[in-house]
C-alpha cells in the first residue's frame, strides 16, 4: 500500500512538467498588489542631485546629513522571488483522500515549477515544532525539481512517521524566520493546516501581519472532510495530541460530539480567515485530493481580474 501511495505522489509531481506552463502563465498574468516603489521598480542608491533631476526624488535625510542635496536612483526589477513555507508537522500526516501533506506536496511543487518556468527565483522553508530546513531563493535551472523532490521526500516522512511531535506547529517561528530569510520583498507562499493557535501568547497572527507588510503573502490552507467528521464514530479511545504528544481519553458519538468537533472545525477555519483579513495576505482552501493545478490556476485567474 505504501508503494502505492508513494508511486501515486511521484506520478503527479511528474505530471507537474505538463501542467505547469498553465500555471505558469496564469502566475506571470496574476494582479498582485505591488510591492515595490511604483511598478516592479526597486531602491538601488543614492547620488548627487544634478539641476536635470526631479526635485520630489531628493532624499531629505541624506540631504542634510551630507550638507547637500542628494537624490534616491531605482532600477526596473521585475522577478519577484518566491519562497514557499512548507507545513511537516504531525497535524498534515493524516487525510480522507491521501494526507494532508501529500496535498501540500502537490500544490507547492506545481508552485516551484511555475516559478522556475517564470525565470523567477524561488526558495523555501519547512518547519514543524522548529524550523528544519531553508532553501535560499534561486533561479538555478536545478532549484524546482530538487523542491519537488524535497517536498516529496518530506510528505511521505509525515505520513509514515505522523510527523514531527514535540511543543506543536510553530506557525509563528516559521513566519518570523521568513521574514527574517528574506532579503528582498517577494512573494510568500505559506503551506499549512493552520491548526496552530492564531491568537494569544506564541499566536502566529502577529508575525504573519508583519510578514504580509513587506510580502505579499498567500495563505494556502489544506484541510481534510474528516477533520469535522470525528463526531460521528461511536468509540472511547486513548488518544495522544498529534502536535504535543499529551495523552487524553476521548469519547465519541456521544450526542454532542458531532456538533463539538464540528464547531471546533469552524472555529478554526473562522480564526484563520479572521488573521488573514487583519494581515491582509490572500488565501486558497485546498482540500485533500482536490486538483491542485485546477485550484492555483483559478486563483491566479481570479486575481487577475481583481486587477
Same mark, same amino acid.
Do not use: C
Given at each position: 500500500? %505504501?508503494?502505492?501511495?508513494?508511486?501515486?505522489?511521484?506520478?503527479?509531481?511528474?505530471?507537474?512538467?505538463?501542467?505547469?506552463?498553465?500555471?505558469?502563465? *496564469?502566475?506571470?498574468?496574476?494582479?498582485? +498588489?505591488?510591492?515595490? !516603489?511604483?511598478?516592479?521598480?526597486?531602491?538601488?542608491?543614492?547620488?548627487?542631485?544634478?539641476?536635470?533631476?526631479?526635485?520630489?526624488?531628493?532624499?531629505?535625510?541624506?540631504?542634510?546629513?551630507?550638507?547637500?542635496?542628494?537624490?534616491?536612483?531605482?532600477?526596473?526589477?521585475?522577478?519577484?522571488?518566491?519562497?514557499?513555507? $512548507?507545513?511537516?508537522?504531525?497535524?498534515?500526516?493524516?487525510?480522507?483522500?491521501?494526507?494532508?501533506?501529500? %496535498? *501540500?506536496?502537490?500544490?507547492?511543487?506545481?508552485?516551484?515549477?511555475?516559478?522556475?518556468?517564470?525565470?523567477?527565483?524561488?526558495?523555501?522553508?519547512?518547519?514543524?515544532?522548529?524550523?528544519?530546513?531553508?532553501?535560499?531563493?534561486?533561479?538555478?535551472?536545478?532549484?524546482?525539481?530538487?523542491?519537488?523532490?524535497? $517536498?516529496?521526500?518530506?510528505?511521505?516522512?509525515?505520513?509514515?512517521?505522523?510527523?514531527?511531535?514535540?511543543?506543536?506547529?510553530?506557525?509563528?517561528?516559521?513566519?518570523?524566520?521568513?521574514?527574517?530569510?528574506?532579503?528582498?520583498?517577494?512573494?510568500?507562499?505559506?503551506?499549512?493546516?493552520?491548526?496552530?493557535?492564531?491568537?494569544?501568547?506564541?499566536?502566529?497572527?502577529?508575525?504573519?501581519?508583519?510578514?504580509?507588510?513587506?510580502?505579499?503573502?498567500?495563505?494556502?490552507?489544506?484541510?481534510?472532510?474528516?477533520?469535522?467528521?470525528?463526531?460521528?464514530?461511536? *468509540?472511547?479511545?486513548?488518544?495522544?495530541?498529534?502536535?504535543?504528544? !499529551?495523552?487524553?481519553?476521548? %469519547?465519541?458519538?456521544?450526542?454532542?460530539?458531532?456538533?463539538?468537533?464540528?464547531?471546533?472545525?469552524?472555529?478554526?477555519?473562522?480564526?484563520?480567515?479572521?488573521?488573514?483579513?487583519?494581515?491582509?495576505?490572500?488565501?486558497?482552501?485546498? +482540500?485533500?485530493?482536490?486538483?491542485?493545478?485546477?485550484?492555483?490556476?483559478?486563483?491566479? !485567474?481570479?486575481?487577475?481580474?481583481?486587477?
Amino acid at each position: 500500500m %505504501t508503494v502505492i501511495r508513494d508511486e501515486r505522489l511521484r506520478k503527479a509531481i511528474r505530471r507537474l512538467l505538463f501542467v505547469s506552463p498553465e500555471l505558469s502563465r *496564469a502566475f506571470m498574468s496574476g494582479s498582485f +498588489r505591488s510591492v515595490f !516603489k511604483g511598478r516592479g521598480m526597486e531602491f538601488d542608491a543614492i547620488r548627487e542631485y544634478s539641476p536635470e533631476d526631479d526635485a520630489r526624488s531628493i532624499d531629505w535625510n541624506a540631504s542634510v546629513r551630507f550638507g547637500r542635496p542628494f537624490v534616491k536612483t531605482w532600477r526596473e526589477d521585475r522577478s519577484l522571488s518566491v519562497f514557499i513555507v $512548507f507545513d511537516e508537522s504531525a497535524s498534515m500526516s493524516y487525510g480522507s483522500n491521501g494526507s494532508k501533506a501529500e %496535498t *501540500a506536496a502537490v500544490a507547492a511543487s506545481l508552485i516551484a515549477y511555475a516559478a522556475a518556468l517564470s525565470s523567477a527565483p524561488v526558495g523555501a522553508l519547512f518547519f514543524s515544532d522548529r524550523v528544519t530546513g531553508t532553501f535560499v531563493p534561486s533561479s538555478a535551472p536545478v532549484r524546482a525539481p530538487a523542491l519537488a523532490a524535497r $517536498f516529496e521526500s518530506s510528505a511521505r516522512a509525515v505520513r509514515e512517521g505522523g510527523g514531527q511531535e514535540g511543543r506543536g506547529t510553530v506557525l509563528a517561528e516559521a513566519a518570523e524566520a521568513t521574514k527574517r530569510e528574506l532579503k528582498r520583498r517577494s512573494l510568500v507562499f505559506f503551506v499549512s493546516d493552520f491548526l496552530a493557535a492564531a491568537e494569544g501568547s506564541g499566536g502566529w497572527s502577529r508575525p504573519f501581519g508583519l510578514l504580509a507588510r513587506n510580502h505579499d503573502v498567500v495563505a494556502i490552507r489544506i484541510y481534510d472532510d474528516a477533520d469535522a467528521l470525528a463526531g460521528r464514530i461511536r *468509540a472511547s479511545v486513548r488518544v495522544a495530541d498529534a502536535e504535543t504528544g !499529551k495523552i487524553t481519553r476521548l %469519547t465519541l458519538g456521544r450526542r454532542d460530539s458531532a456538533g463539538d468537533f464540528a464547531s471546533y472545525a469552524s472555529e478554526s477555519r473562522l480564526e484563520w480567515l479572521r488573521a488573514l483579513g487583519s494581515s491582509h495576505a490572500s488565501r486558497i482552501e485546498l +482540500r485533500t485530493g482536490d486538483d491542485s493545478a485546477k485550484a492555483l490556476v483559478s486563483f491566479f !485567474k481570479r486575481r487577475r481580474r481583481a486587477g
